[in-house]
């Protein structure tokens, strides 16, 4: 039997009854019920390595709505109920197999805040972030504040009591909350604070008889002792506090409804101190000693987990330390005894320097030199002072069991996070993991720590509770559970009674092979998409919440199954055939993946390097294969993602075509867009008019987008580089990357493309261009262009003239990262790849001396979503800032990006993308701001939704050498014939 079934009779009975529990909860709720394919997909995994299948999902709206969900699951017997937030825990508290409350769908925001009293009332649902937004203005924050501060929500850090990076000055969730509204699963609501109030009948008295056990059977000098029940709050000593003591609860008492919060005053002037020491232990034991200066953060990584960073001290190991001004920064680097330090007061520095930090639950997931890790001992904390000690002693436990591990974490409360590359796919992998797990929580517990430190134990860690905490206390934990839920009701198997650490694995059952897959090329489509750990990175909403591209579909909508995870999570359960159960043709997986731009955001900003996009485009492939798919495909993939061949067959006749009454539905485009007009003139057909002597220093790629709808980008590109002395060149023929083809899941035919244009590129057999000089050669490739003469002496990078310098992003992507993966076996493909270069690499590399003209004015605008993704734009700054070019562009998604806006149903998304921060900064831009868009489809956006204009850099640069030309009108009209 699967092991990520859970209890499988429990799942048979409820979903012999799940129409009817549907029907009577949708009966008695105001709120969302979902019992749906999709909607139990999405909620079988957390950041966990375990997997559960619910029978369904309840998006309450208010407590009313959490009550009357939980007396029709009582009347129905359906148990667990399971609350959950974000989906980030790691023990796999937030999965179950009855019913999934989601809280974040409706339950979020903030009730009031008031600043005099320094608190804040808000809902389960709240973001963290969006509490910090909240209480910003005020100069106060929330204290805790876990590394997915971005995404986590309020009530998932109560229900684990979660803490993040200050907690040595402000401490845990649980000493930031003064009361809590709650509702048990009998469905009574109660009001929990301090002097006992709203105690369930039974819970003072069931202490009292043990007050001897809870003096003396907690480990003593621990900041984060997060495992099992708080008990010990309701000392009398501790002042009977039953809020703090349901703090790190897990869900398994009641259901947050409401919480009231404690604020703290932001930092006057924050200063990032970083401090470098030889190794992890020195770092460790340095951390406890700076603890009585005050600081506000001590964090610490060595260097296998910041692989690649820059801007770091010297050393091998380092601390972050945050203090609270320039003189409290001296003080700590003068007690540190550090190898090197660095002091960091520019707010973009710190930014830069913390996303190390913040990222490193997925980039530690990726260990060096391969392999995948995953949590399971993710959180566990010693005293501060033992760090050292224990952390050499882990390191020899990874070693004797053949682990490698990458620690990290909050030094200075002695809590260290880390993932292992267990083999959790095999059974042997999985008693290894056991026998480790039972070592591991020898070792902690030698060391006078707490299995979890900040996350919870969950179903990870929760049957090793009597190895910290002996058989009676965690006896009493279960009489606790008992009082407060007598029917076991909520999240049965986590803290209490548990569930074995190795049942339920995510894994179990995941086939190397996805089902139907045909000839195998996309068998790995499920094993890549379960890299995906759930960290939740994509679901980040709002401009104010991050800067990076991922995920805007997610951004516009608010619905999980339009975020990465999201996506990973459907293609996992697809390949595992258990909930979707439509292989390659499932609709819940197409649906889900309409909405995905294809942007490649997630291929830079997941910090596990899911790859969307990528696994779009081949589950399109798969999902129309065959005769029957192939008319089933949406007309859009027809025209516009083969338009590369419809514009070299038809050229500028395509304007006439799309004049015809019913073209836009004919074409399957959305009535909502007007197509772009195709040029008089093609880029092409200029270049080869036109008489050049320069020697070729670079080819210039004449993209579908620039040669036939934007020529004039591609001319003032080649202004610009002759400007800068450097000699220009085209392919000898038709030319394309592919793009179209590969966004539209047309694989085969983006291949056949690729090839023929490697052919003209290298030639069958790897040959370089062809002698001769002045425009492009004899057509090659799909259509034909009709002849020209050569292209002059190959030479240089590449073989073509030196770099291929790409202007449309999107296409210089492509190049750079399908060409080779959809080619793996063809060394041309590599070769081409790695030549590409963008318009400001080109001139950065080839012209280091040029000096380009002086604009002196702002921009506003985006950079390509693709850039960010796969180029990167430190190149496209630099020119800027050479130029006088002043201010920043945004980040995120325009929103068209190619065939996706024009395709029918999507322009609301396209349009919400636009305004999540595209034009917001172009309302906002100064009057006399250029805007920038490199990318057709953002110039086109733009044009469409604003009274603005695009512009490429090429189009600025050159615009103002011609200003300061001594040519006159007829040398304008040499590289601009529309000019006037």
Not at 200 to 215: C, F, K
Not at 585 to 610: H, I, Q, Y
Request: hydrophobic share 40%.
């Amino acid at each position: 039997m699967r092991r990520g079934l859970g209890h499988p009779g429990l799942v048979g009975r409820h979903q012999e009854h799940a129409s009817a529990l549907a029907a009577d909860l949708r009966a008695a709720l105001a709120g969302d019920v979902d019992f749906s394919v999709t909607a139990r997909a999405l909620t079988t995994m957390d950041a966990s390595n375990y997997r559960r299948v619910p029978v369904g999902t309840v998006a309450p709206r208010d407590a009313d709505d959490v009550a009357a969900a939980l007396e029709v699951c009582r009347a129905h017997g359906v148990t667990p109920v399971v609350a959950r937030g974000a989906g980030t825990s790691i023990g796999g508290q937030a999965t179950g197999t009855g019913v999934v409350l989601d809280l974040t769908r409706h339950m979020g925001g903030v009730v009031s805040l008031d600043p005099g009293e320094r608190t804040a009332v808000v809902r389960p649902g709240l973001v963290l972030g969006r509490l910090r937004e909240a209480a910003r203005p005020y100069g106060l924050t929330f204290g805790p504040d876990p590394s997915t501060h971005s995404r986590c929500t309020l009530g998932g850090m109560i229900g684990n009591n979660a803490c993040g990076a200050h907690s040595v000055a402000w401490g845990t969730t649980a000493d930031n909350v003064r009361s809590l509204e709650v509702v048990t699963y009998r469905g009574a609501r109660l009001t929990l604070g301090r002097d006992g109030q709203g105690a369930p009948p039974g819970l003072l008295p069931l202490v009292d008889r043990h007050l001897s056990l809870l003096r003396t059977g907690y480990p003593a000098g621990l900041p984060r002792r997060i495992s099992g029940y708080a008990l010990d709050a309701l000392l009398p000593e501790r002042g009977v506090d039953v809020a703090r003591s349901f703090c790190g609860s897990e869900g398994t008492l009641g259901v947050v409804t409401e919480a009231t919060l404690r604020l703290v005053p932001l930092p006057a002037d924050p200063v990032l101190v970083v401090l470098g020491y030889a190794d992890e232990s020195a770092a460790a034991e340095a951390a406890a000693g700076l603890l009585p200066l005050g600081p506000l953060t001590v964090e610490g990584m060595a260097e296998d987990l910041v692989r690649g960073a820059t801007g770091l001290p010297r050393g091998g190991a380092w601390l972050f330390v945050e203090a609270d001004g320039p003189d409290a920064a001296a003080a700590l680097v003068r007690a540190a005894d550090a190898l090197d330090s660095a002091v960091v007061r520019d707010p973009a520095g710190q930014r830069a320097l913390w996303r190390i930090r913040e990222d490193a639950a997925g980039t530690a997931t990726r260990m060096p030199g391969g392999g995948e890790a995953w949590p399971g001992w993710e959180d566990c904390a010693v005293p501060p002072a033992r760090l050292g000690a224990y952390l050499r002693a882990f390191r020899a436990l990874l070693a004797e069991f053949g682990l490698r591990g990458v620690p990290y974490g909050h030094f200075g409360d002695g809590c260290v996070h880390v993932r292992i590359d267990f083999d959790l796919r095999t059974d042997r992998g999985v008693r290894h993991f056991r026998r480790f797990s039972e070592a591991m929580a020898d070792l902690v517990v030698a060391h006078g720590g707490s299995l979890s430190g900040e996350h919870g134990d969950g179903q990870a860690r929760a049957e090793l509770l009597p190895r910290m905490y002996g058989e009676e206390l965690v006896g009493l934990f279960g009489a606790v559970k008992d009082v407060w839920d007598p029917d076991g009701g909520l999240n049965p198997g986590m803290l209490v009674r548990p569930r074995p650490l190795d049942s339920g694995l995510r894994f179990a059952g995941l086939p190397v092979i996805v089902p139907d897959a045909g000839d195998g090329s996309g068998a790995h489509l499920g094993q890549a998409a379960a890299r995906c750990v759930g960290v939740a990175k994509c679901r980040v909403a709002g401009p104010s919440q991050g800067a990076d591209v991922m995920c805007p579909s997610f951004r516009a909508t608010g619905e999980e199954r339009h975020s990465t995870r999201g996506r990973a999570r459907l293609l996992h359960e697809m390949a595992l055939g258990e909930v979707v159960t439509g292989g390659w043709r499932s609709e819940e997986v197409r649906e889900a993946l309409d909405l995905c731009l294809s942007c490649k955001g997630c291929r830079s900003d997941c910090p596990v390097g899911v790859d969307m996009a990528a696994y779009k485009a081949e589950f399109l492939d798969r999902h129309y294969a065959g005769p029957t798919g192939v008319w089933r495909r949406p007309r859009s993939h027809w025209t516009m993602g083969r338009l590369p061949g419809w514009l070299a067959r038809f050229g500028r006749g395509l304007n006439a075509a799309m004049a015809l009454p019913f073209a836009a539905r004919i074409a399957g485009v959305t009535p909502e867009r007007a197509l772009p007009r195709v040029a008089e003139q093609s880029f092409v057909s200029w270049f080869a008019d036109r008489a050049s002597t320069r020697p070729p220093d670079l080819t210039l790629w004449p993209d579908t987008f620039t040669d036939h709808l934007a020529p004039h980008v591609g001319r003032s590109a080649v202004r610009v580089l002759e400007d800068a002395g450097l000699g220009v060149r085209l392919p000898p023929g038709r030319v394309c990357c592919g793009l179209t083809y590969v966004s539209t899941g047309q694989l085969a035919a983006a291949r056949k493309v690729m090839s023929r244009t490697l052919d003209v590129l290298y030639g069958a057999e790897g040959a370089v261009g062809v002698e001769g000089g002045g425009g492009v050669g004899e057509a090659g490739g799909v259509g034909g262009m009709g002849k020209a003469g050569g292209m002059g002496k190959a030479s240089g990078a590449g073989g073509m003239g030196g770099p291929v310098v790409v202007l449309e992003p999107s296409c210089a992507a492509t190049l750079r990262t399908d060409l080779p993966e959809l080619l793996p076996d063809d060394p041309r493909a590599a070769r081409l790849a790695a030549s590409v270069v963008t318009f400001a690499e080109a001139l950065e590399t080839l012209a280091p001396d040029w000096t380009p003209p002086r604009l002196d004015r702002p921009v506003t605008g985006q950079t390509h979503c693709h850039q960010h993704a796969v180029l990167g734009d430190a190149a496209d700054r630099r020119l800027r800032d050479r130029a006088g070019l002043t201010g920043d562009l945004v980040g995120g998604c325009c929103g068209l990006a190619g065939n996706f806006g024009f395709e029918p149903g999507h322009y609301d998304v396209s349009v919400a993308c636009a305004e999540d921060r595209l034009l917001p900064a172009l309302a906002d831009a100064a009057p006399d701001a250029a805007v920038l868009a490199d990318g057709f489809s953002c110039r086109t956006q733009i044009g469409d939704l604003t009274d603005h204009r695009g512009r490429h850099l090429a189009e600025l640069l050159a615009e103002a050498i011609e200003e300061g030309a001594k040519e006159g009108p007829a040398g304008r009209r040499r590289y601009f014939p529309d000019t006037p």
